[in-house]
């Protein structure tokens, strides 16, 4: 008799996935968000700047790209483990949510503009998510 393990439910419950897909989100739009804040410290890069051992180690060392890397692990993680359980045309839709989240992220932020057409965008992208989303029911 080994160890017990810890039962979670299957991600084909609707309830689950769903709170898989915004971990996804939360955790590839935060890891988005901190890589940007490291990058603006470090200024533009170049083929010239990353061949530089000392620019890759900034890039490292920087603490925003260094949490970040791992936040998108985890993000990673939960989508891995979404597509090990339901169809890639179910799950992969849902990515497109990125884009609102992040741009809210980055107004909020990092002070990024965020214009009418931009917010129109946003919610023909969250319609055209509804209608491929619905199809499969249909």
């Known amino acids: 008799i080994g160890p017990r393990r810890a039962q979670f439910p299957s991600a084909t419950d609707p309830t689950m996935t769903a709170i898989l897909m915004g971990l996804t989100i939360l955790f590839y739009g935060l890891g988005q968000i901190l890589l940007k804040i490291g990058l603006l410290k470090l200024g533009p890069m170049s083929i010239d700047r990353l061949q530089s051992p000392s620019f890759i180690w900034q890039l490292v060392a920087t603490p925003q790209i260094a949490a970040a890397v791992p936040i998108i692990l985890v993000g990673t993680v939960f989508y891995l ?24 992220l980055g107004w909020l932020v990092l002070g990024e503009p965020v214009s009418w057409r931009m917010a129109i965008g946003v919610l023909i992208l969250v319609f055209g998510l509804f209608v491929i989303t619905t199809a499969r029911s249909a």
């Open 81 to 104: 483990w979404l597509l090990s359980r339901e169809p890639l045309t179910t799950i992969f839709p849902f990515l497109s949510l990125l884009f609102p989240f992040v741009m809210i």
